[in-house]
């Protein structure tokens, strides 16, 4: 083998760090947040629960009022994210059972960006399959932290693995995640690199520690468990942008913040205290309250802070952070996610979407606009299970953010317009694999509470 000159070394590290128009390549960091309430930040409002680095990155960034994830629970949302397509279209739409996960024929952000020259570091939750062929190291990432299910205990320390090893002891998870993700961060300085922290705060069990409880004098209950559950979030956080910033990376970060779906506020054991208002529904509901999260992009230096208000979803992140580092997808990759960067650089004048679309079980939405039709679960509005009614509502959402006034029997043709609409979509899609809708979250992977063995989570 002919041997190369380390000049040569030299160079061809550098232009596996430049993107094909000469720019440098930026990291990404995607921080997903687990069940946040669309009301508990500080950028939407909050003033019971302060989220002061949150709302930092919030403020530097753009603020997106109307960013969705593509389902409303934790698994199929974050297949959406990581692929770049509806889950639905590879069948992956409730929580895995069994030995689910993501299919290995589906291809992850980290898949991608490992083969264009990044480092690629996994800490905190995967809830994308837990049999070895499905480990997150198998499925794009150089390194692992975290643990496999879908929820577990903040303090227990079995079940966290470093790799396939157990980490050791750990103190609190989400105090864990921020240190290894400052520590990923340190290690790989000069390198391009992508992070996705997936935090499982504040997703139940209902666990905090006691200095950050103390800090909610004047709130009690669930809810005093809630917030310094969200303090410990916002804290990691903090951590992270402090360890971007002395190393210089603040400029060269393209940072995505988002909760994988609503607040859990329906009856079932996730249910946290979270708060979406002003948007109706939970957590396992296509109401906006399920889908409807907290969205966050930034990126110094490339994005003007604002606030930008046309819909987007979860799914364009995957597109958008592949744009920004250059990578240039085959055709046949049929991805549904929007790069939004010459949208927000304003250098196109066109919407991301006309249309997003919805599926989860017998539940659907479509958002076409300023209106959409939604056939929900009504145990959403403490409804019992057997007065299940799945009649379309449909609801113009830029005057009735609540979903409060039915406009279905006054606009029929409306309703017909969209109902074809999600038809013609759905028929794109195939039947879900990997599970059934459950009747309550009682069926989730699992709350952290229950025992498990050998599960990881
Ligand atoms: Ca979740």
């Given at each position: 083998m002919k041997s190369i000159a380390p000049g040569v070394i030299g160079l061809l590290s550098l232009l596996s760090s430049?993107?094909?128009?000469?720019e440098e390549k930026p990291n990404i960091l995607f921080i997903v947040a687990d069940?946040?309430?669309?009301?508990?930040?500080g950028f939407h409002?909050?003033?019971?629960?302060?989220t002061p680095n949150l709302d930092k990155l919030a403020a530097a960034g753009v603020i997106f009022t109307d960013g969705y994830v593509?389902?409303?629970?934790?698994s199929p949302s974050r297949a959406g994210l990581l692929t770049g397509r509806y889950q639905n279209r590879f069948g992956y739409e409730f929580n895995p059972k069994g030995?689910?996960?993501?299919?290995?024929?589906e291809r992850t952000l980290a898949d991608r960006l490992k083969a264009a020259g990044y480092v690629t570091g996994l800490v905190g939750k995967w809830?994308?399959?837990?049999l070895p062929e499905q480990h997150p190291q198998r499925r794009g990432f150089d390194e692992f932290f975290g643990f496999l299910g879908g929820a577990r205990s903040y303090?227990?320390?079995?079940?966290?693995?470093r790799g396939n090893e157990p980490a050791g002891h750990i103190d609190y998870t989400t105090d864990a995640f921020g240190r290894e993700a400052v520590d990923f961060i340190n290690r790989h300085a000069a390198a391009p690199w992508f992070l996705y922290?997936?935090?499982?705060?504040?997703?139940?069990?209902m666990q905090a520690t006691d200095d950050r409880l103390a800090k909610f004098p004047d709130i009690t209950g669930r809810r005093k468990i809630y917030a310094a559950m969200t303090l410990a979030l916002d804290d990691a956080v903090g951590r992270v942008m402090q360890a971007l910033e002395a190393k210089g990376l603040s400029d060269k970060t393209l940072i995505a913040f988002i909760s994988d779906?609503?607040?859990?506020?329906?009856?079932?054991?996730?249910?946290?205290?979270?708060l979406n208002a002003p948007l109706r529904?939970?957590?396992?509901?296509?109401?906006e309250g399920g889908i409807r999260v907290p969205f966050v992009l930034s990126w110094p230096g490339h994005l003007q802070p604002g606030i930008y208000k046309k819909p987007v979803i979860s799914l364009d992140l995957n597109a958008t952070a592949l744009a920004a580092a250059g990578v240039a997808l085959p055709?046949?990759?049929?991805?549904?996610?929007?790069?939004l960067l010459p949208y927000l650089q304003e250098?196109?004048?066109?919407?991301?979407?006309?249309t997003l679309y919805w599926r989860f079980g017998q539940q659907m939405a479509i958002r076409d606009g300023d209106y959409k039709l939604v056939r929900y679960d009504?145990?959403?509005?403490?409804?019992?299970?057997?007065?299940?009614d799945l009649t379309p509502r449909l609801y113009h959402l830029t005057d009735d953010i609540g979903e409060s006034k039915d406009l279905a029997a006054a606009m029929p043709d409306k309703v017909k317009e969209l109902q074809a609409r999600w038809d013609a979509w759905n028929a794109t899609l195939i039947a879900p694999r990997n599970g059934k809708a459950s009747a309550?979250?009682?069926?989730?992977?699992?709350?952290?509470s229950r025992k498990k063995k050998n599960r990881g989570d």
């Open positions: 430049m993107t094909a128009q000469g069940d946040l309430g669309y009301a508990d930040v409002g909050s003033k019971e629960i302060p593509s389902a409303p629970y934790c030995n689910a996960g993501l299919p290995l024929a809830h994308l399959g837990q303090v227990k320390s079995e079940g966290v693995f922290l997936a935090f499982n705060a504040v997703h139940t069990p779906n609503g607040g859990p506020t329906m009856e079932g054991v996730t249910v946290n205290a979270s529904g939970s957590k396992r509901t296509t109401l055709g046949q990759d049929q991805r549904d996610g929007v790069d250098t196109t004048k066109s919407l991301p979407h006309e009504p145990v959403a509005d403490g409804q019992k299970k057997q007065d299940t309550s979250d009682n069926e989730e992977e699992d709350a952290g």
